[in-house]
């Protein structure tokens, strides 16, 4: 092999030049998607849909940019292609400083999904694009310029993953809590710049060093003969290697986000340990660390399917996650251990490359334009789970399964199963008196997946019986009466049973957004009593009471409807504004087959679909005596709706004696913290109340509520006498304001 310049053959710095442009430009990429979606989300409520969407959309670009790295340096000769990938480069400047485009307001009737991905094309998708062709083309560029390690350079790839590994963890913890959003995007652009230099350096050895003429089209010279090209057998099993972990990704995030616990950050999880599969199974202890993952993946099966399916309640969510978190990164490790180990020669890396790139951004449309309206439910990742156990590698000698082996054997146990499940279906009516046996059985069935750990297909089908038994068995004992999904997360109403005071069981109806409570209602005589969060003897129930005599000719605006309890608290006089972002939410309210609150106490309020914030903008100055914000219930957090510039926009909506109220319940961040400081900042009065029922009272639940006003005397009904619990927050020294360019969730984190 031929080199005019063979002493860079062994050259450290020609490694650390390839190596950390492809590093950089991870870090880049990883760092603009955080970036970009915290520019997105105050335009669509906070909705972790929204990272979703950008996921499928960077998915989409890494694709294009993989499929146009092969075909430049598989079609063009050497000059050309640092001609042409120069020309994208310079045209991709034009999209500098990144930012959102001006007016562009999300559509408030449908699904906005489509409208956030042409958003996000026309904002970054040049210079994303640029970014997504790197890791291949250096890669390839990398195999000719003569090193000694040139032959493989697929151990580039992990410094690619270290760089977006390093820059989705340090965006949360050391990005966002130090540096505002304009300052980020201003030195985005400059790391931007600084890339494109080190692209232009790897150019330059690309076409000095390079082994090929200027005049040849494709990487094998004359004298070379190129290795036996992949088969349509090896391609498919390279896509199905990498769709199963794509969409295993998002159906993990939506799955923690909708049913373990929703919390902010809890997103970046499943991404580091994808991230961190690729890292390892593409390093110098890829052969071990794979046999440890298919040894692992079968052990850590069995209590994941108990526990984390079959029986949750008895863990805390914690626990839970790391179970899902552990289940999910051994079958990333299993399928991608696996594309490593089948990777080709370097003669073939874009089109491998290529080929996972297409399979990774079709599992992420799979979850995101067909998932949703399919499946009423998180179903996609239960199927993903199965699938990845199909994937992994089979404990026979190839060619040496009996039909038995491969299709009777298998089939047995999930029969059995199959049958057992039928049999409880026809005992519906008594199916509360067996669960203890079923669950028990359960647990057995779940434990002989261990012994079919050699046989994938067995494992599968055995795995697959028992979880989607139990989702349906669970979907049945939870007496859901509707479910839908939407863009903004999983709804559903369910049929439950309290005491009521006199000891005797009573029906009532209570809506949940995926694990989260918005709302209950009872039925017969106590039908108009407001309930959970909104209790008479709660906060709110307060707040009415103070002001009874003074509030017949208020003006109310709520953000956030659940199943409308505040309603209730109505006088025939006022009215009622309700801002919704989800108009599902709106149809369940307003349905009185679900909910009657709306009906029966508010049949004249006003309705308002889209983004609160972006509605309260188009409302007339001084409108509202009471404005109550009710976006934090447990929920992703839209933090644009907690920024001074907000409370300055809320402010404006509310007359002079006019009360702001928010309901701050969380289970994972002191969002009193923000309120105390913006109190203190802008020179509002506030009081804050902890509510904790003194009895026990059927519906009544412990919440936190922070009401704030432009003076004093305004809150002194709610302060006086000690109503209630009403004190005045403390103050928080740690505090850096929140602004529409600067929020830290970590900085409040319980």
């Known amino acids: 092999m031929s080199n005019p310049s063979s002493r860079s053959e062994r050259s450290l710095s020609l490694v650390l030049l390839f190596a950390g442009t492809l590093f950089i430009s991870a870090t880049l990429m990883f760092i603009l998607q955080p970036l970009f979606g915290k520019l997105l989300l105050p335009l669509l409520g906070g909705s972790p849909a929204v990272w979703?969407?950008?996921?499928?959309?960077?998915?989409?670009?890494?694709?294009?940019?993989?499929?146009?790295?092969?075909?430049?340096?598989?079609?063009?000769?050497?000059?050309?292609?640092?001609?042409?990938?120069?020309?994208?480069?310079?045209?991709?400047?034009?999209?500098?400083?990144?930012?959102?485009?001006?007016?562009?307001?999300?559509?408030?009737?449908?699904?906005?999904?489509?409208?956030?991905?042409?958003?996000?094309f026309i904002s970054i998708g040049l210079p994303f694009f640029v970014l997504s062709t790197t890791s291949p083309l250096i890669q390839k560029w990398f195999s000719h310029v003569g090193h000694h390690t040139s032959h493989d350079p697929y151990y580039l790839y992990a410094a690619s993953n270290i760089g977006s590994l390093l820059a989705l963890l340090s965006y949360p913890f050391i990005v966002e809590p130090n540096i505002g959003l304009s300052m980020q995007k201003s030195a985005w652009s400059v790391a931007y710049v600084a890339l494109i230099l080190l692209i232009s350096g790897c150019a330059w050895l690309f076409l000095r060093n390079g082994q090929t003429s200027d005049s040849e089209a494709t990487p094998a010279t004359a004298e070379e003969v190129l290795p036996e090209a992949p088969t349509l057998l090896n391609k498919l099993h390279w896509a199905a290697l990498a769709f199963v972990p794509s969409s295993l990704l998002l159906g993990l995030t939506n799955f923690i986000s909708t049913d373990i616990a929703a919390a902010p950050l809890l997103w970046i999880i499943p991404l580091t340990l994808y991230l961190l599969s690729f890292v390892l199974v593409f390093s110098g202890w890829a052969k071990p660390i794979h046999r440890a993952s298919v040894f692992l993946q079968p052990i850590v099966l069995l209590p994941f399917i108990a526990y984390s399916f079959i029986n949750p309640a008895i863990l805390p969510y914690w626990l839970d996650l790391i179970l899902h978190l552990t289940g999910f990164f051994l079958a990333v490790m299993v399928c991608h251990g696996e594309l490593a180990k089948h990777r080709p020669h370097t003669a073939y890396l874009t089109l491998f490359y290529l080929i996972m790139s297409f399979a990774g951004m079709l599992g992420g449309m799979f979850n995101t334009f067909v998932a949703p309206f399919v499946f009423a439910g998180i179903y996609e990742y239960p199927i993903m789970i199965v699938a990845a156990l199909l994937l992994r590698p089979t404990g026979h000698a190839e060619g040496h399964e009996t039909p038995w082996q491969l299709w009777g054997k298998p089939a047995i146990f999930p029969i059995l199963l199959f049958i057992f499940g039928w049999l409880i279906y026809f005992r519906v009516d008594e199916l509360g008196a067996y669960m203890d046996n079923i669950g028990t059985a359960l647990i057995l069935f779940a434990g002989l997946t261990y012994a079919f750990r050699r046989q994938a297909v067995s494992l599968a089908l055995l795995t697959g019986v028992i979880i989607f038994f139990i989702v349906g068995l669970r979907t049945y004992m939870s007496n859901t009466v509707y479910k839908e999904r939407t863009f903004f997360g999983v709804l559903s109403v369910r049929d439950a049973v309290l005491l009521n005071e006199q000891g005797r069981p009573e029906k009532y109806k209570e809506i949940f957004h995926g694990t989260t409570k918005h709302g209950a209602q009872r039925l017969g005589s106590h039908e108009l009593e407001p309930l959970t969060y909104y209790s008479r003897p709660g906060p709110m129930g307060q707040l009415f009471r103070a002001f009874d005599a003074a509030d017949k000719q208020w003006q109310?605006?709520?953000?956030?409807?659940?199943?409308?309890?505040?309603?209730?608290?109505?006088?025939?006089?006022?009215?009622w504004t309700f801002y919704e972002i989800d108009p599902v939410m709106v149809a369940i309210a307003q349905n009185t087959q679900y909910f009657s609150y709306l009906k029966r106490c508010t049949p004249k309020a006003t309705m308002v679909v889209g983004d609160a914030r972006l509605s309260l903008q188009k409302e007339a100055d001084a409108k509202y005596d009471l404005l109550v914000i009710?976006?934090?219930?447990?929920?992703?957090?839209?933090?644009?709706?907690?920024?001074?510039?907000?409370?300055?926009?809320?402010?404006?909506?509310?007359?002079?004696?006019?009360?702001?109220?928010f309901h701050i319940t969380n289970r994972h961040l002191a969002l009193k913290k923000v309120l105390a400081d913006h109190a203190k900042q802008l020179h509002y009065a506030a009081l804050i109340q902890e509510f904790k029922p003194q009895q026990d009272i059927p519906l009544v639940v412990a919440t936190d509520w922070f009401v704030l006003a432009k003076n004093a005397q305004t809150l002194?009904?709610?302060?006086?006498?000690?109503?209630?619990?009403?004190?005045?927050?403390?103050?928080?020294?740690?505090?850096?304001?929140?602004?529409?360019?600067?929020?830290n969730i970590v900085g409040i984190w319980k």
């Open 52 to 120: 979703n969407t950008c996921m499928v959309f960077y998915q989409m670009l890494l694709f294009f940019g993989y499929l146009y790295a092969h075909f430049i340096s598989t079609r063009l000769a050497k000059l050309r292609q640092v001609q042409v990938h120069g020309a994208f480069i310079f045209i991709s400047l034009m999209a500098l400083p990144v930012a959102l485009p001006d007016n562009m307001m999300p559509p408030t009737d449908g699904n906005p999904t489509l409208w956030l991905v042409w958003i996000l």
């Open 556 to 575: 109310v605006a709520v953000v956030g409807l659940g199943a409308g309890a505040l309603a209730c608290y109505a006088k025939p006089q006022q009215h």
């Open 630 to 661: 009710d976006a934090f219930s447990s929920d992703s957090v839209p933090t644009h709706l907690l920024t001074q510039e907000a409370l300055r926009l809320y402010f404006s909506k509310i007359k002079a004696n006019g009360i702001l109220a």
């Open 716 to 743: 002194a009904p709610l302060y006086k006498n000690g109503l209630g619990s009403w004190q005045k927050p403390a103050l928080y020294f740690d505090m850096q304001a929140w602004t529409d360019d600067f929020t």
